[in-house]
């Protein structure tokens, strides 16, 4: 099924503010508090947002380039991971906003996004 929107969820070590600011603009913005799976590990919330068919967004860099670049050796997909530099909630909803303005969802399958 195709979907036109970026969905998100958001990693543990993101503000919760910027899920608030986008969730304003009219996006859907999962936290892991909402979904119940704090404290869960790397692994644990990329197989959720698989499932839920959400672009995963994240601060760390390092290990979810690994974990893409393993989903892709296993012949496996994910909606997207979007990783941000940590900034000001407001300045990566700006940058966020470009991404989520700009791309589809079905666009971001396998894809990463560098704001």
């Known amino acids: 099924m195709s979907k036109l929107f970026i969905e998100l969820y958001l990693d543990e070590d993101v503000d919760v503010l910027v899920a608030d600011l986008m969730r304003a603009r009219g996006f859907t913005a999962i936290t892991t508090r909402d979904a119940g799976n704090l404290h869960k590990d790397d692994d644990e919330q990329?197989?959720?947002?698989?499932?839920?068919?959400?672009?995963?967004?994240?601060?760390?860099?390092?290990?979810?380039?690994?974990?893409?670049?393993?989903?892709?050796?296993?012949?496996?997909?994910?909606?997207?991971?979007?990783?941000?530099?940590?900034?000001?909630?407001?300045?990566?909803?700006?940058r966020l906003l470009v991404v989520l303005n700009n791309v589809t969802a079905d666009e971001m399958i396998n894809q990463i996004r560098y704001i």
């Open 46 to 94: 990329l197989a959720y947002a698989v499932n839920n068919q959400l672009t995963y967004f994240t601060h760390n860099r390092a290990d979810f380039e690994a974990r893409a670049l393993r989903y892709f050796a296993d012949g496996k997909t994910h909606h997207g991971i979007i990783i941000a530099v940590r900034r000001p909630p407001q300045d990566i909803v700006r």
